[in-house]
Structure formats: structure tokens, C-alpha cells
């Protein structure tokens, strides 16, 4: 009896050590010599990063290029477990609130010292839009190479706005309105002149750059919602509601159907629209688009400016190896590339110059508004902020509350938020 | 002998894994969250375990002062009192209708009113949020062919609610369903044949031997409801993800916000050792009252 248990606690050991040795780190350096870089890239990107894997690896033959593609859902929560395993890979793809996220916790390397270095000529912050510049920057440090972009522009159904006298796009923000006010006009019941999401915190954000001032300055880390512009701006931005000019929460279509039925006639959104509005317009019939650069307000047309970059590890073992690969990536002929295969627009500037971007009508808008958009702030307390955001236009809206009561609160709260209390 | 442990008791062997795992994975994780609840534990003191700081019930203090908490929680609460005697009364009343034939009509009943348990929340949520969609929504299509006006099934505070709790219900009758079929089967003929021959008519049965014999299966349906109810997440997580303004926020997904969205680790610790001590608090006080009641046996 005794020794079948030793045996059985024997087995038991050996079961568990051969566990653990699964979760042991893998080995970094093959036996031919080539150095493997490990990359997490997000979503539908992440499963078409593997197309250039064959082109770097030809270009690069010592090192080896493993890409994992992360779906969107669970990619924070993968990010976060690797990176207090201290763990994980040496190429990271991130957005601008992400960036400021890890660099903040120490998760991310400091890239500033190879920007326009001589080994790296493509890592230089000159070379991109400079709202993606700022997107990759953390306390004044880079901590991020810009990937692709994305901005917003306003989407407008050019046959019905034709009709209410519009033969171009509304210029500036009373413009908007009033398209918006005879659009509701010209469709009658349950028709509304634009979508604006309340769910969404740029707008608030875009419509306040537009009009001069920055909801939160990141620099002086102040909140600035009770600034009389900030509220002005809430005010237009409420008044769509109110006039019954936007839909509400309440209101649940689809934005590609209410597009094509007239019911939401003008939208604003980013690239990946322009697939969906050709093909809804190839399937559900008649109908005329186009799109515009945002409408501009006291001060210009700002929009907001997405998109990723890729970072480099903190616990990455090849950092010079990473940094290879985000070079690579920073090509403006590879920048192009990646726009035919994943229709990721370049963050490069020059990568424009290629005549597949450049003589397209429907990207020269975003190529205009590229230089006229702007990142989030870059501070760690944003997300919390967005939230409360968010809940005070629901209050308005929503709620019905007075917009300049809440500003006044918001801007308590967002302080007290950036002043660590 | 380090052994004589084992082999004065031959069935901790075979219970030792079971404990082993139980401990690692739920047990110790416990503790730790109520550690990780008394410091400011966030991403970066996760990276950097110096920088966390040990601030006693800063947390619990915070949380008492939540507005979006304790909205959270008369959520989760008014989820509780509708959804658990709407669960176990709908699969009371479904199990003993099920009860009353063999044939191969009410085997594909059972087959059907199972089904929902079967299907993950995701795909079950994605589907109903088309059905109670204002629009396009079978509901509303449904409420307009009598003429009355449409329901906004997702988007009123109170009716958000209501809908959640219809659908998770719907969902959990399956499963309880099986659970009271059992314990029905179980019930000795003897008990029947008795009160036949006393002149007992159907709903004497019903109410006099069935009912109370299911007691103990009335318990565990209700004590898992309870629980599973007070840890509600899936459902206004994927459809309303807690809206409007709040209102269908509950405390798991409270917590789940604060942890994996803001990375407050420390609040949301906090948080789930809040939800941990009400679940264990209830649980504890529906034993103490079962014992008192023990039904015929």
C-alpha cells in the first residue's frame, strides 16, 4: 500500500512538472541561428499582418517573424496578463489610449532615443501625420512607431441634401444644423437630419476642438468644461437632440440601413464606412453618396484621429530586432502595401504620394482631413473621464438636465480625476 | 511516517486532487482579492509591486459612496426579487406540466424547454437584442399588427430591466426544469396510491404531496437562482452594456468595468468581496431556514 501511494505521488509530481514546464518561457533563438520576434496584432489586422511575414523574413533572413493575431475582445485582457507576467511578446500593437496606458505602468520601452536614428531611417516622427505623431507619445517620450490611421469625416447623402439646396457639403457647424433642420423637414416623420451617437465621447471632444479649446489640457493637466466655448459647443451638440434633429438612444436602427432609407442622412465616421456604403448602394438600390471633410467651427475643422502603432515590449530579450520589424512596417512602399491588403490607410505622409491613394477622390477627403485631426488626450485618467462624459450626456439627453450645471459638475469631477483624488 | 496520514485515511487520496484544485483555484484566490482589495492595486503597481500601497478600507469606504455602486446594486437587487420566484415558480409549474405524460410529445417538450440552457448567453442575447430591437424587432412588429404603440423594450430604465429578466429566465428554466423532473420521479408511488384511496383529487396531490416532496429540490433551485442571479453579467453586459444611464448596470458588471476597463484592480477587488460576503450571507441564512423545515421526510 505504501509504495503504491509513493509510486501514485511520483506520478503526481511528474504530471505537475511536465505542466510547468509548458508555461516556461519558449526559446528565443532558434537552433539555425534566426532570431524569433513575436508580434500581437489586433482583429482583422492581425490575421492579414502574416501576409508580409515572407517579405520581411526575404529581407531580413536572420530573423524569424511569429504573428499572433488577438481578437479585439480580449486583447486588453491578454495585454494586461502578459505584461504583469512580465512576458509576452516583442512587438505589440496599440492605440493612442492604450500607449499611454502601458507606458504609464513601465510596460512599453522608451523609443525616443532611435527617433531619426541612422539605423532605423523610417522611426522619425517628422515622417508621419503629426496628430499620429502625438498619438505615440507619452510624457513627452515615444513609446510608439505610428501603424496606420483612421479620421472622420462626415458622410452625406448628396441626392437629398441636393434637394434641400445644398449642392456641396455644409462648411461650418450653423451649416450643419440647418442642413440637418430641412433635412428633417424634407423626410417628415421619424426622419432626423444626422446620426450622432450619444454613447460616443468624441463628439463632444471634436466639436469643442472645432470651436478652440481642448475639454482637458493634457499639458497643464486641467479640465476645461466650464470653459464658455466648451459649453457653447455642448449646447449645439445637445441641441440636435433636443430639436429632434438626431436620434436618441431610443431609436435602434441600423446606420447603414438608415442611411440608404433617408431616415439618418448624414453620419460622420471613419474609412471602414466606404466599403459598407458601396455595397449597401449596390444592394439596396438608389441612392447617392459622398463624403466631406468635417464642417468647421469658430477655429476649423478638426477631427478625431485613430488608428495603432506598434510598440515595443519593456521584457522584450531583442529590442534591436523589434525595432527592425517596426522600420519595416514605417516603409512607405510596405506603408502602401499594407493599405491594398487591409485598407489601412499610411500613417507616412509620403506614402500618399503613391497614385493608388493619391488619385483616389473618396481617400483625398480623408488625406485633407488627416492634417486637421487630432488624438485624445494622452494621459492615463482618460478613460475614467470618457465615462463621466458619457454620463453626463445621457443626463442631458436623456435626463433633460441643464447642460451648463453639468459642465460646471463635470469639470469638478474630470479635476478631481486628474489631480489623483 | 510522513504517509500515515494517507494511509489511515484511504479516501483522502482520492479527494486530494479535488481539494488541491478547489484550494489554487478558488479558495486562495479569495484571499487574495480580499488583500488586493485593502491596497490601490492598478496596472501599474501590477507591473511594478512597489508602487501599491496599502490603504486599508479606503476601498470599501469608496465604494459606500458610489453613486454608480450602489446603483448597481438596487439593480442587481431588483433582479434578485423578480428573477429568482419568477425562475423557480416558471420551472415549477413547467417541470410538474411535464410531469403528467410519457409519450413522445413530452419528450421533445423537455428536449425544447432544455434547449435554451444549452445555448451560450452570447448567442442567446445577440438574438433577443434583434427581437426587442425598437425597429426592426419581432416584438414590437408583433404589438403593431393589434395597433399598440411600440415598446422601447431596451431603452426605458425600468423595462430594460423587466426584458433582461425575461430573457435570463427563459434561459434558466431548462436546466431547473430537469432538476424539479427528477425530484418528481422521485417521489414514491406509495404516497399517491395512499391518497387515492383517501378521495384525494388532483390538485390535492399536487398540492399536498408534490409540492412539499420537492422541498429540498425547491431549495437548490432557489439557492442557485439566487446566487447566479446576484452575479448577473452576461446578459447586460452584451445587450445594454448597463444603460440607460445606469440602469441595467449590475454589481458583477460593476465590477468587471472597473477591473478589466479602468484597470482599478484594488476598487474592483473591493467590489467582488462586497458581492462575495452578500452571496455567502444569504446562502448561509436560506440554510439555516432549511434546516428548521424538513417536509415530510
Not at chain 1, 505537475?16 to 500581437?40: A, H, N, P, Q
Not at chain 1, 479620421?151 to 449642392?167: E, F, I, N, P, W
Not at chain 2, 430604465?157 to 420521479?185: R, T, V, Y
Amino acid at each position: 500500500m505504501k509504495k503504491k501511494i509513493t509510486m501514485l505521488m511520483i506520478s503526481l509530481v511528474l504530471v505537475l512538472s511536465v505542466l510547468g514546464g509548458c508555461s516556461s518561457k519558449s526559446e528565443e533563438t532558434s537552433t539555425d541561428g534566426k532570431t524569433t520576434i513575436e508580434v500581437w496584432a489586433m482583429g482583422d489586422e492581425g490575421k492579414r499582418l502574416s501576409g508580409v511575414v515572407k517579405d520581411f523574413e526575404a529581407k531580413n533572413p536572420k530573423i524569424k517573424l511569429k504573428v499572433t493575431a488577438i481578437p479585439w475582445d480580449s486583447a486588453h485582457d491578454k495585454l494586461v496578463t502578459a505584461a504583469a507576467a512580465k512576458e509576452g511578446p516583442d512587438v505589440i500593437q496599440l492605440g493612442s489610449s492604450w500607449v499611454t496606458e502601458f507606458a504609464a505602468a513601465g510596460g512599453l520601452l522608451d523609443l525616443s532615443k532611435y527617433d531619426k536614428s541612422e539605423d532605423y531611417p523610417n522611426i522619425n516622427s517628422d515622417k508621419f501625420f503629426t496628430g499620429a505623431s502625438e498619438g505615440s507619445k507619452y510624457d513627452g517620450n515615444l513609446y510608439s512607431v505610428p501603424w496606420y490611421v483612421e479620421t472622420r469625416v462626415l458622410y452625406y447623402r448628396s441626392d437629398l441634401l441636393a434637394q434641400v439646396g445644398y449642392k456641396e457639403a455644409p462648411k461650418t457647424q450653423a451649416e450643419l444644423k440647418d442642413a440637418a433642420e430641412k433635412l428633417v423637414k424634407l423626410g417628415g416623420k421619424d426622419h432626423y437630419g444626422i446620426d450622432l451617437a450619444i454613447t460616443d465621447p468624441m463628439y463632444p471632444q471634436v466639436f469643442s476642438w472645432q470651436n478652440g479649446v481642448d475639454l482637458i489640457d493634457s499639458k497643464n493637466r486641467k479640465a476645461n468644461f466650464n470653459d464658455a466655448k466648451a459649453i457653447s459647443s455642448m449646447e449645439y451638440y445637445a441641441s440636435f437632440f433636443k430639436e429632434g434633429l438626431a436620434a436618441g438612444p431610443d431609436v435602434q436602427i441600423d446606420i447603414t440601413q438608415a442611411f440608404a432609407d433617408g431616415i439618418k442622412p448624414m453620419y460622420i465616421s471613419g474609412p471602414w464606412m466606404i466599403n459598407i456604403m458601396n455595397d449597401a448602394k449596390a444592394t439596396t438600390g438608389e441612392f447617392e453618396w459622398n463624403i466631406a471633410p468635417l464642417p468647421a467651427g469658430d477655429t476649423d475643422n478638426t477631427s478625431y484621429l485613430g488608428g495603432a502603432g506598434l510598440s515595443v515590449s519593456a521584457y522584450s530579450d531583442n529590442p534591436e530586432e523589434a525595432l527592425t520589424f517596426i522600420n519595416y512596417m514605417a516603409d512607405p512602399e510596405v506603408q502602401v502595401n499594407w493599405y491594398k491588403t487591409a485598407n489601412g490607410l499610411p500613417a507616412v505622409t509620403s506614402a500618399w504620394e503613391d497614385p493608388s491613394l493619391a488619385d483616389d477622390k473618396i481617400l483625398s477627403v480623408f488625406r485633407e482631413q488627416l492634417d486637421h485631426a487630432k488624438v485624445p488626450p494622452m494621459i492615463v485618467e482618460l478613460e475614467s473621464i470618457k465615462q463621466n462624459i458619457i454620463k453626463m450626456v445621457e443626463d442631458v439627453v436623456v435626463g433633460g438636465a441643464d447642460v451648463k450645471s453639468e459642465m460646471k459638475k463635470l469639470e469638478q469631477t474630470a479635476q478631481e480625476i486628474l489631480d489623483g483624488k | 511516517m510522513k504517509f500515515r496520514f494517507f494511509s489511515n485515511r484511504p479516501y483522502m487520496i482520492f479527494i486530494l486532487p479535488a481539494l488541491i484544485i478547489l484550494s489554487v483555484f478558488s479558495i486562495f484566490p479569495i484571499f487574495v482579492a480580499l488583500g488586493v482589495s485593502l491596497t490601490d492595486m492598478n496596472l501599474i503597481g501590477l507591473l511594478n509591486w512597489n508602487q501599491v500601497q496599502f490603504v486599508g478600507f479606503e476601498n470599501y469606504m469608496d465604494l459606500l459612496a458610489d453613486k454608480e455602486f450602489r446603483q448597481a446594486f438596487f439593480n442587481t437587487i431588483f433582479y434578485v426579487v423578480f428573477g429568482v420566484p419568477l425562475v423557480v415558480v416558471a420551472s415549477l409549474g413547467v417541470a410538474l406540466l411535464l410531469d403528467y405524460g410519457k409519450n413522445k410529445f413530452f419528450t421533445a417538450a423537455r428536449a425544447l424547454f432544455y434547449m435554451p440552457s444549452v445555448t451560450t448567453s452570447v448567442a442567446i442575447a445577440v438574438v433577443f437584442g434583434y427581437l426587442y430591437n425598437n425597429h426592426y424587432g419581432l416584438f414590437n412588429y408583433v404589438l403593431s399588427l393589434f395597433d399598440l404603440p411600440k415598446v422601447p423594450w431596451l431603452t426605458h430604465p425600468i423595462i430594460a430591466k423587466i426584458s433582461l429578466i425575461l430573457m435570463a429566465a427563459w434561459k434558466s428554466i431548462g436546466f431547473n426544469m430537469i432538476i424539479f423532473l427528477a425530484a418528481l420521479q422521485g417521489i414514491p408511488k406509495d404516497y399517491y396510491e395512499a391518497a387515492e384511496i383517501d378521495g384525494a383529487k388532483k390538485w390535492q396531490k399536487l398540492l399536498y404531496i408534490k409540492v412539499p416532496l420537492l422541498g429540498f429540490a425547491t431549495f437548490f433551485v432557489a439557492s442557485t437562482t439566487l446566487i447566479g442571479w446576484f452575479q448577473f453579467f452576461e446578459e447586460p453586459m452584451i445587450m445594454t452594456k448597463g444603460g440607460p444611464v445606469g440602469s441595467t448596470n449590475s454589481i458583477a458588471l460593476f465590477i468587471y468595468d472597473k477591473g478589466f476597463k479602468l484597470s482599478e484592480f484594488g476598487y474592483a477587488a473591493a467590489g467582488s468581496f462586497v458581492l462575495f460576503l452578500i452571496i455567502l450571507a444569504l446562502t448561509l441564512i436560506q440554510f439555516k431556514l432549511r434546516k428548521k423545515d424538513n417536509g415530510y421526510n
